[in-house]
Every structure is written in structure tokens, then in C-alpha cells.
């Protein structure tokens, strides 16, 4: 076990992925490689581990579980699986970290409020487990104090008895007590506009293109599929902009400073329709992608978040990359079949070309 | 094949034109016409106007290069390097515009003979281009040396001379020599044309090939973008502009020089100026190297004998140079950096073809990537060397002839000669030698001719005002002519497109869709230019609108934002200049100038090719 279980982004690499968490671990890489990310620390997986050892929580996790008893492969048993979560979300958010811990984390928390210059930062909490489950486990957005920054990164950890999680562990015959993953805890970026993009055309595998999807706020609107976003289709090699379609889009997710909390705000109809992004915001975009997959060596699925107060280029942070999964998987095929191109050309002086017309 | 009424034009047969137009088809020989003896067959044909060789409506003698495309394009296809499934290009004229054709395919055991030839013939042009190349300029050269060195007699005077008769009798009048000598042009016209196919249809070929090979990796690659990579930047065609760019820097530093071609003169009052001086002397004596062949350019198509070359329409390159002198003075660059162009077309291909992830993927795309760059030069560099110098020459001997008919009162005016179709000409040459042979006082029919020539200007006139329709006839279920994919952009979409313009009321039309043949978005007041001349009328920043582009309108692509034209490809002129100045091009829209109207403000998107009129001009 190592004895190190907090860094700072800039001492990760991708080597660190079973340490932090392959967010982490890749945020870093990121951080280390030059790109922009948002500055940044992360606590490791055992960081879960000692809280989980070191206090209370996994005594009365056990004792709780002693009487749990549910199929995870029965459908009606979800709802068992609901309220065990419910309960065991509870404990683990009701308890404190090590005293050593916590200051620790405030300590990180300060120094980075330092480093940016600004007092009671704004940052997101994200969890990373070791594997890469999209999705699974939770992150909280806009924390601010270094209480909340403690509190969230345990809200982090206590995300691994979420429902999903519990009965994943369940069906796969792990323990359901234990589940360590790593923390990020990141700087907010104050988006205009953020989103995802790939760096190999989605629809067809061609990787002479970028994708670009984004949306007005944060990116959880594109992420989570709540709102139609904006799409843009770029050629990697000439940095034309092939497609540019504009989505209506209903809604913003956005920081409410009265509730506190991450929400949809339905955006004014003036704006509803424009595009969330400029030309040269695309352009910009473009040419990181291409840079981050030339990095990792493969297609990626990067999210990037466009700051409203920070002046282009400054503005693009990289939120998130890791590798495109269905055609980054797909082994390169033939599709020309081995011809020569006097093969080539025979066979296109002898094919007449079809024409539709209705 | 859908043969449904919803899918096609007016039938040829039954297609009425305008009755101003009466009596237009006596001026075309009658197998360019539509005809009842053939209506089967010209029925099972779609027939198109050819808006990049006759956007405007022909004169009778400059009909002969159309001719003779029709022979030579067509013969390459079928006879000589024996395309397999493809056929020719057929012609046919209506109300003075031409339609064109591909030929419906040949019966299967033909395809199967072609295919033999074609295995046997066209590896070799593709392996020995180079030397072919060295060939083929060689001889044209020759044949252009061969007509303008024809004898064209400008005055039979009243005896045959002297010397015609000592120390021995030459045998034959000047009269003769007009005959003879017209009967020559006609020849060497004829033969320059059947040169200028001779490697065309093969580098067509090779292009259609590498878009299919770079679609099939690259499915999203834009064909501006394949036109980038294969196109050539160091061609013929360009050279007339760089010599004015080499001029022009000549003339900087010799303030003499440099003041007089700024001024706000007729080309020949500045000649007139230049000479007067010495640094001027030799800037002319350096102009008057270049002259010939770089100044035998057209100041337009080079089709039409009313559009005039620089050499002899000097206002034109005199006025290009006076703006390329005063943008040098202000510090601009005025030249195309062949180097930048060739570096940016290496890194594009490539970074695709790292892309590519199979080796033997790669391999072939290398493959079919020298087999286009081996040839395409060719589409480049024969443009100037027959529509531009080649036909310079031909329009300035054929005005030798119209000169003398004119002294002798046949014709009007010289120009008149071109109211004439080829095979009348020589009958007014006969009529003009006849009557000089018959002697002193012998009448010529020149009321007749005269009357003629009237009529059919009033004809054509008459035809300029008309929109002829884009096509005629049923469209193709296939096409497998190369030229009518890449030059002329038929497709299933142009089809469509001209469809839809053929059915609307052109105002009511707010969208078109043409080729996206170079990236790029503006916006900005059209200026439509259906004739040539009105070339002189574009504003800077505006969008130019014309039924094609010509080569030597390449100064006027620094002032515009755009273009849009109703014809052409994606490696037609248009395509490439605007690719060449990065200003965004859609082309083969079909109806742009009938659907807009100069002063329209008018957005277009040469990545999508789309083009959208913003805001009417105020009727």
C-alpha cells in the first residue's frame, strides 16, 4: 500500500491508474503533456481505503449488511437494493474522516484557492474508479469552503453504494461493502458552453474528422442526453467545418447561487437557437483533439468546457479524455482490397455511375 | 428508371423557342439540329445545355469548336482508348444554345472488346505521360506556328503582281490562296481540336478514380478537398498572370515606368508614353518577349471571337497591371506562392495518408495517388495552350479573311464572318473570287450575304435575351462518361436540381445547391455576369455570379468574395481559382443566373454548396 494518498494533477500520469483512479490518472497525463486543464488534486484509492478502515463505517456497513438479504438477478428485488443503498449512503455520509485526512484536504483545498487566487474556490468533486464505468458513480458540481470540499469528496465515496453500484457488485458476487475508487477534485470552469467531441466521426469511423457536440452551461447537458446539443463536423487535415447543425436547445445547466445546486434553466427563445460555439472556439477545439489523440496514440472521447470569463484561447479547458469506444476498438480492415491503382482505374472506367432521379 | 412526367424536361421534338428566334436554324448545319429522322433516338437521350463551352448563344463560325470537340471528345471515348461502357457526347442545337448528350451505352460484346483495348492502351499513356507531354507541345506548337503563318491576301489588287509571274509563273491567283488558305485553317482547327482529347479523357478518368478511392477511406473527404491534392500549381495556365506579377515588379523601382502604368490611359497612349524614355523601352522590349505565348490569352472563354485577347485588347492586362502596381506599392504580395501551394497540398495528402490504417490500404491510395498526379497536369496545361493560344490565333487570321470580304463588300464588317457557319464561308470566299476572276465590274451577292447577316444578328440578339431551358428530354438511370460527371457535374443531385428550376418561377426560389468546391462562407450583393464583357462591371466585394468562370478573369478573384456558377465541377475554373485565393465557390448550381439577380444580397457556403439569397435587390 502506498503511503501517498493524495497528489496534485501535475504528479500523475497514466502509470497512476490504479492509484487515482483513470480519471485521475488521465487528467494528469494531461496536465503533465501541456493541455489545458482545470488546476486540480486528487485523492487516491487509498484514501477510500483508510477511511473506510480507519473509522467506523465499514464495522457498521458489515452490521448492516448482516441482515441484508436480496437477489440481485430478480427484478422485484430492486427495490431491497434501493433502500439498502439509501441506508448505506447514509452511514457513510454521517461519518468524518481521520482528523489527519481532513486537514490534509483542506490543506490541498487552500493551497489550490492560493494558487488560482480566488477564496472559497468553486470546484467539482468527480469520481474515478480504477476501471473505467462512465457514468456509474457521481460527481458533484460548484462545491465552495473547505468543509463542503470534505463533505462532497465523502458524498464522492458514498456514491459507490449507490443502487447501480450495489447491485452491479451483487450480480458479480463482490463484496458489497468495499469499492474503492479515486477523487478529483477540480477547479470550475465558469461555462458558457461546453460539451464532448470525438476525434473519429461517430456515424462512420472516418477519422479524417472531428465531432463536436455542445451545448450553452456546463457539459452535463450533453453528457447526460437532456439536451439536444449543437453538432459540428470538422476536417482534421484542411480545418474546414464540413456540418454545422444548429440544435434548439430548451435548456442550460447551470449553477442557481439562491438553491445552491446544479440545475436546467430553460434559456430565453432568442437564444435557444444559437450557435453555442464560434468559429475559431471550433477551430481551436479541433486542433487540441487531434494533439490528445496523437498523446494517447488513439481515437478519444474528450469533454471540454469554454470558460465565460477567460479570454480565447485561455478559455478551452479539457474536463475529461479517454479512448473512443466503438470504432477505436474496430481493427482496421481492408476496404480497398489489395488493388493497385491501374486496378483502380479499370475498375472505374467500367462502372457507370448510378443516378436517382425520382 | 422512373419515366415519369414528373422526371423530365420538355420533349426536344416538341420544344417551341421564342418566335423571335424564327429562322435560327439555317444557321447551323442541319446534323447539329434536332431531327424527326433520328427522334427515336435523340428520345431515349437527356440533353442538357452546356453552359461551359456555349453559355451564351453561338455564332454561327464559332460553332466550329464545338464541332469539333463533339468529334474528337467522342472518338478518344469510343474508338482510341476505348473507355468500355462509356460512349461520346452528342450536340444538338436549340434557338442558338447547344444541348449535349451521353451517348446511351454500346451493346455488352463492345464493352468486352474496349475493355481489351483499353487493358492494352492506357497503361502506357499513364506510364510515358511525361514524354507524351513533350510530344504532344512540341506538335502543337507546330500547328499553331503552321496557321498563323497562313497567307491570308488582303488585296487581290487589280493584276496578279510580278512576282507572281517571275522568274516562274507561280500557277495560282490570291484569290485562290484566300480559298486555299481557308480550307488549311479549317483543317488545322479541326486537327488542334482532336490534340486538345488527346490525353483529357484519360486524366478525367484518373481523377474519378482517386475521389472514388479517397470516398471509400475517407468517407467524409470533401471533393474540394481531392481537387487540392491533385491539383498542380506550377501549369500553363497560370503563367499569363505571373508573367503581368513579373512585369509588374519590373516596372517598380523605375519610377518612370511605375507612373506611366498608373495612369488613367488607353493602353496604347501608355505604350506611346513608354517608348518615349529609356527605362520604358526596356520594359517593353521585355514585354515583347513574353507577348507571344503568354499575352495569346482570351479575356474570356476563348470560345467566342467577341471576347478579344490581351494581345490584342491590351486595356485588359494594362488595367491589371496598374492595380498590381499599386497594390506592390502599398506593400501587398500580388503573386501565388508556388511553393506555399505545393507545401499545403504535400501535408494534406499526407496526414491522410497516415490516417489510413491498413498497409495494404496505404499502398493502393499511394498507388492510385500517382496514377491521377502522373496525368491530371494534363487538364491544366492544355486549357491554355488550345482555347487560349491556339484559338488567339485562329480569331486573328480569321479576321484576316473577314477584313478582305469587307474591302470587297461581301460582308459589312470584318466581324460579320462569323454570321457564317464553316461550310458558308467558303462559299463567300468563292463568291468574292469569282467575281474578281470574272473581272472588272463583275457583281458579288453581297446585298444577299449582308441582308443575311442582318437577319441572324437580329437573330442572336433576340436569343441573348432568352433563358433556355437547362435541359431537354428524360434523365439517365447511369452515366459513365467521365466527362459528364466531372466537367459538367451531372449528378443525381444537379438532375434534381435542375429539375426543381425547370418547374418554379425562378423568384420564388430562395435556395440552390451546387458543388461545394471551396470552403468558406460570404455574404455579400451578387453581380451576375452573363456576358463576358460585363467582367469590367464587378464591384470589389462582390459575390460574382456567371454561367462559368474564365481563366484569365483570375486578377479580378483578388477584389470578389465569392463565386457562384451554373455550371462546371469541382475542377472546373471557378473551382480552382477560388480554391487557389481561398474565397468559397459553389459551381454547378444550374440556375444561379437566372435565379439571381445583381444588387441580391446572397449568403454562400462552398462547404455545404448551398447558396441562399438573403435579401431581393429592390425590382
Given at each position: ?354 443516378l436517382k432521379i425520382s | ?6 422526371a423530365?424536361f ?38 442538357f445545355q452546356?453552359k ?417 431551358v437547362p435541359a431537354?428530354?428524360?434523365p ?12 459538367w457535374g451531372v449528378t443525381t443531385d444537379t438532375v434534381a436540381e435542375w429539375l426543381k428550376g425547370a418547374d418554379v418561377?425562378t423568384?420564388?426560389v430562395?435556395q440552390l445547391k451546387g458543388f ?48 457562384v456558377t451554373d455550371i462546371g ?17 459553389v459551381t454547378g448550381t444550374g440556375v444561379a443566373?437566372s435565379v ?13 454548396g448551398t447558396v ?8
Amino acid at each position: 500500500m502506498a503511503e501517498k494518498w493524495i497528489y496534485w494533477l501535475r504528479e500523475l500520469g497514466t502509470e497512476h491508474n490504479n492509484i487515482v483512479g483513470k480519471k485521475c490518472a488521465n487528467l494528469g497525463e494531461m496536465t503533465k503533456a501541456g493541455f489545458h486543464v482545470p488546476p486540480g488534486f486528487a485523492l487516491g484509492v487509498d484514501a477510500y481505503d483508510r477511511f473506510m478502515k480507519e473509522t467506523v463505517v465499514t464495522d457498521r456497513l458489515l452490521a448492516f449488511l448482516k441482515t441484508f438479504k436480496a437477489d440481485a438477478n430478480k427484478v422485484a428485488d430492486t427495490l431491497k437494493f434501493e433502500a439498502a443503498s439509501n441506508e448505506m449512503r447514509k452511514i457513510v455520509e454521517s461519518i468524518k474522516m481521520p482528523t489527519d485526512m481532513e486537514e490534509t484536504v483542506k490543506n490541498y483545498y487552500a493551497e489550490l484557492c492560493k494558487e488560482t487566487g480566488k477564496k472559497n474556490l468553486f470546484v467539482a468533486t468527480r469520481s474515478a474508479g480504477p476501471a473505467s464505468h462512465p457514468g456509474q458513480y457521481e460527481t458533484y458540481l460548484n462545491v465552495s469552503g473547505a468543509e463542503d470540499v470534505v463533505q462532497n469528496v465523502i458524498r464522492v465515496w458514498s456514491s459507490t453504494f449507490n443502487a447501480r453500484s450495489v447491485i452491479a457488485r451483487a450480480r458479480l458476487g463482490l463484496p458489497l461493502h468495499y469499492d474503492p475508487i479515486g477523487v478529483a477534485v477540480l477547479t470550475m470552469v465558469d461555462a458558457k458552453a461546453a460539451g464532448v467531441m470525438f476525434t473519429v466521426n461517430p456515424v462512420n469511423g472516418d477519422e479524417s474528422k472531428i465531432a463536436i457536440e455542445a451545448s450553452f452551461g456546463f457539459g452535463e447537458a450533453v453528457v447526460s442526453g437532456n439536451v439536444t446539443p449543437d453538432r459540428y463536423l470538422i476536417d482534421k487535415i484542411t480545418y474546414e467545418i464540413d456540418e454545422k447543425v444548429i440544435s434548439d436547445k430548451a435548456a442550460e445547466f447551470a449553477y442557481n447561487p439562491q438553491t445552491k445546486e446544479m440545475e436546467y434553466k430553460e434559456l430565453p427563445a432568442d437564444m435557444r437557437k444559437l450557435p453555442c460555439l464560434e468559429d475559431r472556439e471550433i477551430i481551436e477545439l479541433t486542433k487540441i483533439a487531434k494533439k490528445v489523440q496523437d498523446h494517447f496514440g488513439c481515437p478519444q472521447d474528450i469533454e471540454y468546457s469554454i470558460s465565460g470569463s477567460l479570454s480565447f484561447p485561455e478559455s478551452i479547458f479539457l474536463v475529461q479524455a479517454r479512448p473512443e469506444s466503438v470504432w477505436g476498438k474496430k481493427k482496421k480492415e481492408s476496404v480497398l482490397g489489395k488493388k493497385s491503382g491501374w486496378d483502380l482505374l479499370l475498375e472505374k472506367a467500367t462502372t457507370p455511375v448510378k443516378l436517382k432521379i425520382s | 428508371m422512373a419515366n415519369t412526367s414528373a422526371a423530365r424536361f420538355p420533349d426536344p421534338h416538341d420544344f417551341k423557342v421564342p418566335k423571335e428566334l424564327e429562322g435560327w436554324e439555317e444557321m447551323y448545319p442541319p446534323q447539329r439540329l434536332f431531327s424527326q429522322d433520328r427522334a427515336e433516338w435523340e428520345k431515349r437521350h437527356f440533353w442538357f445545355q452546356d453552359k461551359i463551352h456555349a453559355p451564351e448563344p453561338l455564332y454561327p463560325l464559332d460553332d466550329i469548336f464545338q464541332e469539333a470537340w463533339q468529334i474528337s471528345l467522342s472518338g478518344y471515348t469510343t474508338r482510341v482508348f476505348c473507355i468500355p461502357p462509356a460512349q461520346g457526347i452528342a450536340q444538338r442545337l436549340v434557338g442558338c444554345y447547344m444541348y449535349i448528350t451521353p451517348v446511351e451505352p454500346p451493346p455488352p460484346e463492345v464493352i468486352g472488346q474496349k475493355a481489351e483495348l483499353f487493358g492494352k492502351r492506357v497503361p502506357f499513356v499513364f506510364q510515358n505521360y511525361n514524354k507524351l507531354w513533350d510530344e504532344w507541345i512540341k506538335k502543337f506548337k507546330k500547328l499553331g506556328g503552321e496557321m498563323e503563318s497562313l497567307s491570308i491576301p488582303q488585296d487581290l489588287g487589280n493584276f496578279a503582281p510580278d512576282d507572281q509571274i517571275f522568274p516562274v509563273p507561280r500557277g495560282y491567283t490570291d484569290a485562290n490562296v484566300l480559298i486555299e488558305s481557308f480550307n488549311s485553317i479549317i483543317s488545322l482547327i479541326f486537327r488542334a481540336w482532336q490534340y486538345h482529347f488527346q490525353y483529357l479523357n484519360l486524366a478525367y478518368l484518373a481523377y474519378l478514380m482517386f475521389v472514388d478511392t479517397a470516398k471509400k477511406l475517407f468517407p467524409g473527404i470533401k471533393e474540394s478537398t481531392i481537387g487540392k491534392m491533385v491539383a498542380g500549381a506550377d501549369v500553363s495556365m497560370f503563367r499569363p498572370e505571373e508573367e503581368l506579377c513579373r512585369l509588374s515588379r519590373l516596372a517598380m523601382g523605375q519610377k518612370a515606368v511605375q507612373d506611366i502604368l498608373k495612369k488613367d490611359l488607353p493602353a496604347a497612349d501608355k505604350i506611346k508614353a513608354l517608348q518615349g524614355n529609356d527605362a520604358g523601352r526596356i520594359w517593353l522590349e521585355d514585354l515583347e518577349r513574353v507577348k507571344d505565348p503568354w499575352f495569346y490569352v482570351s479575356c474570356g472563354s476563348g470560345w467566342y471571337h467577341y471576347e478579344g485577347s490581351w494581345i490584342n485588347k491590351m486595356d485588359v492586362p494594362f488595367s491589371y497591371l496598374k492595380s498590381y502596381i499599386q497594390r506592390l506599392e502599398k506593400g501587398e504580395k500580388i503573386e501565388r506562392s508556388l511553393t506555399a501551394i505545393s507545401e499545403e497540398r504535400d501535408r494534406i495528402v499526407d496526414e491522410y495518408r497516415k490516417l489510413i490504417k491498413s498497409d495494404d490500404d496505404r499502398k493502393s491510395f499511394n498507388d492510385a495517388y500517382n496514377v491521377v498526379r502522373s496525368i491530371y497536369v494534363y487538364a491544366e496545361d492544355h486549357l491554355f495552350w488550345v482555347e487560349h493560344w491556339l484559338h488567339t490565333i485562329w480569331f486573328q487570321k480569321i479576321r484576316e479573311f473577314g477584313n478582305v470580304l469587307t474591302k470587297y463588300n461581301v460582308l459589312k464588317k470584318p466581324d460579320d464572318i462569323y454570321l457564317f457557319n464553316r461550310f458558308e464561308v467558303p462559299m463567300l470566299l468563292e463568291d468574292l473570287a469569282t467575281a474578281w476572276a470574272l473581272g472588272i465590274g463583275a457583281p458579288t451577292r453581297g446585298k444577299y450575304w449582308q441582308e443575311k447577316a442582318a437577319k441572324r444578328e437580329k437573330i442572336l440578339a433576340a436569343a441573348r435575351k432568352w433563358n433556355p431551358v437547362p435541359a431537354l428530354g428524360v434523365p439517365p438511370a447511369e452515366v459513365s462518361e467521365p466527362f459528364t460527371i466531372m466537367l459538367w457535374g451531372v449528378t443525381t443531385d444537379t438532375v434534381a436540381e435542375w429539375l426543381k428550376g425547370a418547374d418554379v418561377e425562378t423568384k420564388d426560389v430562395n435556395q440552390l445547391k451546387g458543388f461545394a468546391s471551396s470552403a468558406g462562407i460570404a455574404e455579400g450583393p451578387a453581380r451576375v455576369l452573363k456576358l463576358n464583357e460585363d467582367i469590367v462591371k464587378l464591384q470589389p466585394g462582390e459575390i460574382l455570379v456567371a454561367p462559368c468562370t474564365n481563366p484569365s478573369w483570375a486578377p479580378v478573384f483578388t477584389n470578389i468574395k465569392g463565386a457562384v456558377t451554373d455550371i462546371g465541377g469541382l475542377t472546373s475554373h471557378a473551382a480552382i481559382v477560388s480554391r487557389e485565393y481561398g474565397l468559397p465557390a459553389v459551381t454547378g448550381t444550374g440556375v444561379a443566373t437566372s435565379v439571381i439577380k445583381t444588387g441580391d444580397i446572397i449568403k454562400i457556403d462552398g462547404s455545404a454548396g448551398t447558396v441562399t439569397i438573403v435579401k431581393r435587390a429592390k425590382a
